[in-house]
């Protein structure tokens, strides 16, 4: 087997920021509640044109200009999304086009563990000796799929995407992960509709059904922080190290509570885990790669280090991957 590596990422914001005070116009709400219950003060919405392709593009664009990596060399591209384009056909397609890539193109679907599915998936590959470049990308325009009368949901997510460009590697740069899906719990976070079970239509009142559906946020809560933890810790085991010889966490930015909760069953101290949800909401399949950006542009990641990601969310699917950071510092 050959050893994949990340060589860069990159990510895309749209330049529309919604505070919780903005929110609070809309639902009941307040920006005390959703700070102190989740930790975020605002997100980013996409503006007009802006689309779950044209965000993944930007992203990537940035994650092949820092890997120095031509468009023309990539041999798979990974999308991962929930709020793709459109059904058909992959958003991965579209990126493809608008930016001149190569070889395969396919969508994976695992909600907010998207992104961690589309490294392991894109790792594996590189493995084998079936791909050399693999782009892996997080994408969602999820402000389209809210339902702005719904304060328990429309107040979590954001928009947005991150980027990798997995090369051969010497070393293991990925050096393990955790796949998990749970499906008798598949209805517990839904868009009910907008697929075969029930095409997408908006009734005689204008209600429509592919909006993002919560039906016990406890629940999901408690499930996020028991599954992050224990898919962290197996994979530690499974490895052969201690979360001593983690560098970062960079965890699904779903909530901070969550994040600390998870942290704390790790035994993980609060300052080797990174955290930017207060300035972007969850933004589900792009919370890591765009988390994993954030953390080494500021400077966090150098090569060596070990890094821990873990993500939870509708499926229910979760996971973790264990990497060796290899990127240097960006120019
Ligand atoms: N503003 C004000 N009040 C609100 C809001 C809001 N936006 N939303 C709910 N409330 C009210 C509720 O109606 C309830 O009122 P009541 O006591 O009068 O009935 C009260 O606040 C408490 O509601 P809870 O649901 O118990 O609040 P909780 O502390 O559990 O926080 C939250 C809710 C933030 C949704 C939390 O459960 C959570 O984060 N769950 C995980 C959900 C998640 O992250 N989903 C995203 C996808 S999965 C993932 O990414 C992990």
Redesign the pocket.
């Given at each position: 087997m050959t050893s994949a590596r990340i060589a860069a990422v990159g990510s895309a914001l749209p330049e529309r920021l919604v505070t919780n005070d903005d929110?609070s116009q809309l639902?009941?709400?307040?920006d005390e509640?959703?700070r102190d219950?989740?930790g975020i003060r605002a997100r980013r919405f996409a503006g007009e044109g802006e689309t779950a392709s044209t965000l993944a593009s930007e992203a990537a664009a940035r994650s092949l200009e820092a890997a120095g990596v031509a468009p023309s060399a990539v041999d798979l591209t990974i999308v991962a999304t929930i709020s793709g384009d459109q059904p058909m056909p992959s958003t991965a397609a579209f990126v493809q086009d608008r930016l001149g890539l190569t070889g395969g193109a396919v969508d994976v679907q695992a909600?907010?563990a998207g992104f961690i599915y589309g490294t392991d998936l894109g790792a594996a590959q590189i493995g084998v000796g079936r791909a050399e470049t693999v782009l892996v990308i997080g994408t969602e325009v999820l402000s389209r799929f809210l339902d702005f009368t719904d304060?328990?949901?429309?107040?979590?997510?954001g928009d947005g995407a991150g980027a990798a460009v997995l090369v051969p590697g010497e070393e293991p740069g990925l050096i393990g992960s955790i796949l998990e899906n749970d499906g008798r719990h598949a209805r517990l976070?839904e868009i009910p509709s907008g697929g075969s079970r029930k095409p997408a239509n908006v009734d005689e009142e204008g209600n429509r059904e592919n909006v993002?559906r919560?039906k016990?946020?406890?629940e999901?809560?408690k499930r996020?922080v028991v599954g992050m933890a224990e898919a962290a810790t197996r994979l530690l085991e499974k490895s052969g190290l201690s979360s001593d010889d983690v560098t970062l966490m960079v965890p699904?930015q779903?909530?901070g509570?969550?994040i600390r909760a998870v942290a704390d069953r790790l035994r993980f101290p609060r300052e080797r885990v990174f955290v930017d949800l207060e300035e972007v909401g969850?933004t589900?399949a792009a919370?890591v790669p765009i988390a994993l950006d954030h953390a080494w542009r500021r400077g966090l990641l150098k090569p060596g280090d070990v890094v821990l990601t873990a993500?939870?969310?509708?499926g229910l699917a979760w996971g973790a991957n264990l990497i060796r950071w290899t990127a240097e510092a960006p120019s």
């Open positions: 929110l639902v009941d709400t307040s509640w959703i219950r989740t909600a907010c304060r328990t949901t429309c107040v979590l997510f976070l993002i919560m016990d946020g406890r999901v809560f996020a699904h779903a909530n509570r969550i969850n589900s919370s993500a939870f969310g509708a």
